[in-house]
């Protein structure tokens, strides 16, 4: 069974929404995931400038 994952600091900019949670090692991630609908879009990165840089740049291809 995978691990729960509980994400805190939340913030949203345009349909990608950004949360850190801590991973299996203890370490602090930030994870950028895009909530439009048919989008999938996500990824993880080690600080939360990356991630935010990731939604500013982020396009939606879903039409």
């Known amino acids: 069974m995978p691990a729960r994952i509980n994400f805190r600091s939340l913030l949203k900019i345009g349909p990608v929404q950004i949360g ?11 994870a950028a ?9 996500s990824a993880d990165y080690s600080s939360s400038t990356a991630a935010q840089l990731a939604a500013r740049s982020h396009r939606c291809h879903v039409s």
């Open 20 to 30: 850190n949670y801590r991973d299996r090692k203890g370490r602090t991630k930030d």
């Open 33 to 41: 995931v895009c909530t439009a609908d048919s989008c999938g879009w």
